[in-house]
């Protein structure tokens, strides 16, 4: 696995490295040590998977607080345009915003730190994320930015469609007292 920053502190995009032989190739999608290594604590508390049946459908920007929780989320079916903000009070990058095309051929994954919101874009119909989570989901602790607020300008490819009314209410970073 190679670990490669991003403009948001503590984020990573994760490349797999697969050995490829004549039969196809083989790719370790998670490991312990090597994320310690890189400066990530991470104990798998949970495994995720979201399916989304439409092309130009958003979710997000969410992350979870009390406990905080940490992702590493991978395109495992279809392509999407990820998108992670850091909203952490105290962040040396508060409000620096990077998103990434994911899909299954380029073998990325995205390492999401507590604090920081994350959501994406279905780009082709039956899209398929895997999450990964440090935290068991508390319901009720998760909180939002609005994934259309001006101040971050998310350049989603295809024009957003069937967003939950929740991902449709998160409050604009203005309107929230961080911006």
Known sequence: MKFHETPVTDAFVIELEPHVDDRGSFARAFCQRELAAAGVHFDVRQANLAHTDTAGVVRGLHYQLDPPEQKIVRCIAG????????????????LATFHLRLDPVDRLALFVPAGVAHGYQALEDHTEMMYLTDQFHQPGRERGVRYSDPALAIPWPLAPRNVSTRDQRWP???AAGDG
């Open 79 to 94: 392509a999407v345009l990820n998108a992670i903000v850091d909203v952490r009070p105290e962040s040396p990058t508060p």
């Open 172 to 174: 604009l970073l203005d």
